[in-house]
């Protein structure tokens, strides 16, 4: 599907591949960001794992904090207990609009023994050779001289998330070098708290409410589209969990002397999940997708996004697809019911017995129109539409006696989705910088999949929220042999430049 | 339901607790069993658990042999390895049929921090106080003196089952005291692997086929119907294992970014278990009941078994039992089919991914018009008419990319059903010979629902068998806290002995 856009999408990438090597070395926005390489090398060799080290926190948080300053930012630590925060800011004209940008240096934990390298905070130069295998090359290859597009960093968090800290500083620079100022006031936000522990943003930015103020929120976070065009992603979807237990015997019970007469939860869990999902995945239960509506505007928007739906269901290994909607992108904007693991006795030493209850796991990822508690009290009302009697965690020995049918449903903590409408002003703003840096429309994607943390930022500046990743989307964020194409990083920087040289 | 039978118990109860006290005293039969009691202590003093030593089961082989050597049988110790099984006999008349009687002196693993008392392997004689907690006696109350039925021996073995053992000596010294001989010739294999391990018996039967060959085999294991009553088993169904994986992605996918679109396999999973199953627990897979009918004696025996199903609800804990046959001993004469596990990624630590697999593995209970491998094969058949591919394992790319239904079931093994017809010889003759010993006919289960090693007796002997379990229902087997009844010791040593005075 979508021929002519994966065309179109080759020879958009023969295009930028010749601009990179050639035009761009002439570039001030290019020089710049090549000049902050080794700067970046620097940030990548400070182990980063929140949960292994705070004291690692407050090595990033000092060097992220001179490094701005270095670049002509005012900078400082704010405070969240013993892993500072860092604040950056770039003028502050009256009459300019202010943009937040959002990052993060906190990274994820590492098993050293699983990369194809000395260490994940020794970052390592490569390159692909003829038989596609990666190869290292000397990192001073980075300094001077022409750089392919194609050569990535191996590191931790070289993609997630530091390499948009370093490419805020290199736009920066090249306003610098060329003479000007940015068109926007520029603040910067740079997160420790990202990838592990309890999430300290809300409080953070409730207790700095006035110093993070901004007229628009842009975060620099996770992969950019497939087809590695640029990117703006205008929303994603929200979160709860909840588990759902179904009851049998008060204990395991022989399965020989009591199969065929003592009820299996096993397979009274199996129907419920059979009853709430149809064979193409579109979930049965009434009124979980009410108040989900598209208008022409979106519906163009999700065929417009250049999504090869082919090598994605390759890659994944699967031959066919849910149908919940008539594409990827629109399956996305409706609410999702996914059993995230289920359980009864234990398969890895299966005994002969009647199981005496079987549990699934659930995530429901949420659009606004669809709110976690509602979802979840559908499927309370559901699951007792079935003759379920729902206890309050395990059945009482009264319950055991009255309820043929009997569950219990606990959790629905979560998190919010955010949509920003596609003709807001802050996505009119960043989609008219990037045609103005690319020459042809980013990908606009209208809500993705997955969750991000954005809600303490959202309640806390009630500003619009835009997502830009600036990484490739084969990163290998959170896992082993995490890596930047170098392209990227080139990329990035000049979109942010983009960004800043528009006014908002 | 069966308010009159539970009547009938009761009244039956009260009568055996008043003869028990009274009549029996002066019974040489109880005489006999009285007087084999430190004997039986002895022997549970025995650790016995082989896989935990081959050396105990050394000790309690030589000591079983030298114990029935003592009551006036010949026995010899068969070889089995660094664990033998013993072998006695008692009369040897061609003009009297052979009755091979089954035991073991092997025992369940035991965690002694579970027991209410110093060691598994220290008997304790204990009895009820007036607020039901068990209260430890000497000892020496056995030796001598009234002794109560309600009084129980705990120790490991002590049901399952040294007590049989230490019964089939007891009822033969009975003969001794009264200057007769039993009208059967007796023979006697006490297995030592029964237990845990892998089981040898099959090779130890093939081996002493002459030594063993017998016109009947009466199995002494496992507890009596729960009404406490004599107790006849004909036949235990077949077990048959088996696991179903349901296929997903090449790997786990994010939920976010895949969910309501990469089809999840614990949906699949469920699907197919619903698809097996109507609500009220029937196998809906076409052909699974074939073959199975009961006659109007069959029917008419599963009615008269003594079962109190009000109170098996009550036991286990749930309102209502699956409705395969129309009693609980009918439902044990169909095969069935249970999950004994079942599982989707880590239910103890949910992440928010679309599992890659979902599994699910069974027991097929089976009896002899279903065997295990038909009925296997018309599971394989109904997954496959699901639209289902099965591979052989895993599947590959080019499966992955053909099949949009991809599972796999794996295993097989099991064990064989038993079915000794309700009117043969062997069970009118020990029918015959507990009513005379009782007064009334015993509890006769056409088959339970269970899974006995009995293929390598059929196998190798071929003849017909009997089981007899002697020992209190509620003696918790297996786990901590074993016990026996002493009514059902003496109950036990009169059964014996009224069948070996019975001519088959």
Do not use: C
Request: hydrophobic share 45%.
């Amino acid at each position: 599907m979508n021929a002519p856009l994966t065309l179109r999408r080759l020879v958009l990438a023969a295009l930028l591949a010749a601009a990179s090597s050639s035009a761009w070395a002439a570039d001030p926005v290019h020089d710049a960001a090549a000049a902050t390489l080794p700067e970046y090398l620097d940030l990548l060799r400070l182990p980063n794992v929140t949960r292994a080290s705070a004291a690692d926190i407050q090595r990033n948080a000092a060097w992220v904090k001179a490094a701005f300053m270095r670049h002509g930012f005012t900078a400082q630590l704010l405070d969240d207990g013993d892993t500072p925060m860092v604040f950056a800011q770039l003028g502050d004209r009256h009459a300019r609009k202010t943009v937040l940008f959002y990052a993060h240096m906190d990274g994820q934990p590492v098993t050293p023994s699983e990369w194809d390298q000395a260490s994940p905070f020794t970052p390592v130069l490569k390159a692909k050779d003829a038989s596609g295998a990666w190869q290292a090359l000397p990192l001073d290859k980075l300094q001077g001289g022409a750089i392919d597009p194609e050569w990535r960093v191996f590191a931790r968090s070289a993609a997630d998330d530091k390499a948009p800290i370093m490419m805020l500083m290199a736009a920066a620079d090249a306003f610098k070098a060329a003479g000007k100022a940015p068109a926007i006031n520029i603040k910067v936000l740079i997160d420790s708290h990202e990838e592990g522990g309890k999430p300290t943003l809300p409080d953070v930015v409730q207790r700095n409410e006035k110093l993070l103020k901004a007229d628009a929120v842009v975060m620099l976070d996770g992969p950019m589209h497939a087809s590695n065009r640029p990117t703006l992603v205008f929303g994603h979807r929200g979160v709860t969990g909840f588990k759902l237990t179904v009851y049998g015997a008060r204990g395991d019970m022989h399965s020989g002397h009591y199969g065929n007469y003592i009820p299996n939860p096993a397979f009274g869990l199996a129907r419920l999940l059979t009853a709430f999902k149809d064979a193409d995945g579109r979930v049965l239960i009434p009124g979980f997708y009410d108040g989900v509506h598209f208008d022409a505007q979106t519906l163009a928007a999700f065929a417009a996004v250049p999504d090869d739906e082919a090598a994605l269901l390759r890659r994944a290994g699967v031959a066919r697809h849910d149908r919940v909607g008539d594409n990827y992108q629109q399956s996305l904007n409706y609410p999702s019911l996914n059993v995230t693991a289920m359980a009864a006795a234990d398969i890895e030493h299966p005994r002969t017995v009647i199981p005496f209850e079987a549990s699934a796991s659930f995530d429901i990822r949420t659009v606004p129109a669809t709110p976690g508690a509602r979802e979840l009290a559908l499927v309370r009302q559901f699951v007792e539409a079935q003759g379920y009697h729902l206890s309050d965690g395990a059945p009482t020995d009264a319950e055991r006696a009255k309820y043929p049918l009997l569950a219990s449903i606990a959790g629905g903590e979560g998190a919010a989705p955010l949509q920003t409408p596609l003709d807001a002003p802050i996505g009119v703003w960043a989609t008219k910088a990037l045609e103005g840096a690319y020459g042809e429309a980013p990908v606009r994607i209208p809500m993705m999949g997955g969750t991000v943390p954005t809600h303490g930022l959202v309640v806390g500046l009630k500003s619009p929220i835009l997502l830009m990743p600036l990484v490739n989307a084969d990163d290998n964020q959170h896992a082993a042999n995490e890596n930047l194409r170098l392209g990227n990083y080139f990329m990035g920087v000049k979109s942010l430049h983009a960004l800043m040289a528009q006014p908002l």
